[in-house]
């Protein structure tokens, strides 16, 4: 009898501290997605788009409330990395880009840039990014969308041209030649088009 109540007694020991041990791990799970949720809603108000889908991708590609203000440079750095390493002009004129865009030296966001003018990022991340800024494009009136596309356009020649073509003397590459195309058809893309139904984060969620 006795022998019986002490495995009966253990048992219920064992399926307590199972359970509470779940009870753990299901807090931590929802503290853990109400820190995501938080900061993805940081991210929307810096980066200017409400779409959760790109949110999530730029948050797995490392992305942070602090340097999301990057996202309008990636182009300009997917461009200076066209031909597979940046120039001193080239690092120069996105530099003075950053600045224009109000990021500081020495900030997490420099600091980032600086990374990334150093080792290429991925692919992955290029393209992420153009998707989101083709989204925040869409959100603008049309107006601004215009100054946008034509600041970035702009600014995509310059870094072409400081690499591809020498004092401008040169042409611009092949390679460069492609992804300006590239680019500003993406751009106009998002310009044309109506903006998709998306689930988007509210303040409260």
Known sequence: MADRELFGNRRRTQEDEYFRRQEQELIEKLQ??????????????????????????????????????????????????????????????????????????????????????????????????????????QSRPSDERDASQKDLVSRLTAIASASGGILGFGKVSPQEQQLLARITQEMERAHGAPPRSTRTISPDS
Not at 44 to 64: C, N
Not at 71 to 97: C, F, K, N, T, Y
Request: proline share 3%.
């Open 32 to 137: 853990q997605r109400g820190r995501e949720d938080a900061t993805r809603r940081r991210m929307a108000e810096h980066a200017g788009v409400a779409d959760e889908e790109i949110l999530r991708d730029l948050q797995a590609l490392g992305y942070t409330p602090e340097t999301v203000m990057l996202l309008h440079l990636v182009p300009l750095l997917q461009m200076a990395w066209a031909e597979g390493s940046v120039s001193d002009r080239e690092r120069d004129l996105i530099l003075e880009a950053a600045r224009a865009r109000g990021i500081d030296k020495d900030s997490a966001a420099d600091r980032q840039l600086g990374a990334w003018l150093t080792a290429r990022p991925s692919d992955e991340l290029f393209e992420t990014t153009l998707r989101a800024i083709g989204a925040i494009l």
